[in-house]
C-alpha cells in the first residue's frame, strides 16, 4: 500500500480521555478530487464544496445509520448551493451552484477573505439530513449559517441542538504541485455524562477538555496534508498522552448513485406530453446528473419502449 493511498479518503475515528472525549479525522484526496474535476468550479467555488464534502464524513461517521446522509447549505450570497452526500458504505458525492457575477463581487471584498461564510454565502441555513429508507423516519436537523467558517457552523450546531461542545478544523486545498483537490476535517466532541461515563471530577473533565482543544488547535495545516503521515499516525502525534483509543478507520470512495435505470424511472413519472416537450434540436432527451455530470441520452424509440411499459 503506498504512503499516498493511506493518508487519503479515510475517516479515522478515536476516543481519548477514558472515553470522556470521542473524536474524528477525515482526510480526503483522490475522491474529493474526482468529484470536483468533473464540475471545474472556480476555484472558491470548489472550496467551499470541498469543505462541505469533509464536514458531511466526518459528522456521518459520528452516527450510528443505514441509508444516506445529506448536508445541504442554501443561502443568499454567491455559492447558493452546497450538496454533499455519504452513504452508510463511505461513498461520497456532491456538487454547487454559485452566480458568477456575484462570486466576482465577493472576491473583490478582500475585507472578508478571513469570513468565508459571509463572503461566499451570506444569509442562510445548513441542514443534515439521515434518510434510511422509506420504512423509517428521517432525521433532520437545521441551523443558521452563523460563524465565519463552515466549521464555526457545525460547532454552533452541536452546541445549540445537541448540546455537545465540539471544537473542529476545517480546511481545503485547491490542486498544486501535481497534487488534486484535498480536504481536511478534525474534529473532538465532549462527551455527556451518562450510567457509563468514567468517574471525573467536574474539574478534571474541564481540564481534560481544555487540553483537547488546545492540543487540536496546534495541528498544523501541513500535517492535515502530509502525504508521508498517516492519519493513524496523525492522531497519534496528537493525542498519545491522553489515553488515545484508535477505532476502525473506515474507507471513503467517489461514487455517485444515478444510472439509466433511475433516469428512466424518473422520466416515466412525467406524462408523455411533457417528455416530449423536453427534447432537443436532435430529438432526443439528455439528462445529466448534477453530482457527477454524466449524461443520459433517450431517442424517439427509448421512449416508446418506455412508455409501453407503463
Not at 424511472?265 to 432537443?280: A, C
Request: glycine content about 6%.
Amino acid at each position: 500500500m503506498t504512503t499516498a493511498t493511506v493518508a487519503s479518503d479515510l475517516s479515522q475515528p478515536f476516543l481519548i480521555d477514558a472515553r470522556s472525549i470521542r473524536g474524528r479525522l477525515v482526510r480526503l484526496g483522490p475522491s474529493l478530487d474526482t468529484i470536483l474535476s468533473s464540475h471545474d468550479y472556480p476555484e472558491a467555488v470548489g472550496s467551499c464544496l470541498a469543505e462541505a464534502m469533509a464536514l458531511a464524513a466526518t459528522l456521518a461517521g459520528a452516527l450510528k445509520f443505514t441509508g444516506i446522509f445529506t448536508l445541504q447549505i442554501q443561502s443568499e450570497g454567491a455559492v447558493s448551493l452546497l450538496v454533499a452526500d455519504v452513504t452508510s458504505e463511505g461513498n461520497l458525492r456532491g456538487y454547487a451552484r454559485f452566480d458568477a457575477d456575484k462570486l466576482a463581487a465577493a472576491e473583490a471584498n478582500t475585507d472578508l477573505a478571513a469570513q468565508p461564510v459571509q463572503r461566499y454565502l451570506g444569509k442562510g441555513f445548513l441542514a443534515f439530513t439521515v434518510d434510511q429508507g422509506p420504512d423509517t423516519e428521517r432525521y433532520q436537523g437545521i441551523v443558521e449559517l452563523a460563524g465565519h467558517t463552515l466549521a464555526d457552523c457545525a460547532q454552533a450546531y452541536f452546541e445549540q441542538s445537541e448540546q455537545l461542545e465540539t471544537a473542529y478544523l476545517l480546511q481545503a486545498r485547491p490542486p498544486r504541485e501535481g497534487a488534486g483537490w484535498q480536504a481536511a476535517s478534525l474534529m473532538i466532541q465532549r462527551m455527556p455524562l451518562g450510567p457509563t461515563s468514567p468517574i471525573l471530577t467536574t474539574e478534571e473533565a474541564d481540564e481534560n477538555w481544555n487540553r483537547a482543544t488546545i492540543l487540536l488547535a496546534s495541528t498544523k495545516d501541513e500535517e492535515l496534508f502530509d502525504p508521508a503521515l498517516s492519519g493513524p499516525d496523525l492522531v497519534h502525534r496528537l493525542y498519545h498522552a491522553e489515553q488515545l483509543e484508535l477505532l476502525e478507520q473506515r474507507p471513503l470512495q467517489a461514487r455517485c448513485r444515478c444510472s439509466a435505470e433511475r433516469v428512466e424511472t424518473t422520466l416515466k413519472s412525467f406524462p408523455r406530453e411533457e417528455v416530449e416537450e423536453m427534447k432537443d434540436e436532435n430529438g432526443h432527451i439528455v439528462v445529466t446528473c448534477e453530482y457527477c455530470k454524466s449524461s443520459y441520452s433517450f431517442a424517439q424509440d427509448d421512449l416508446d419502449r418506455l412508455y409501453a411499459e407503463t
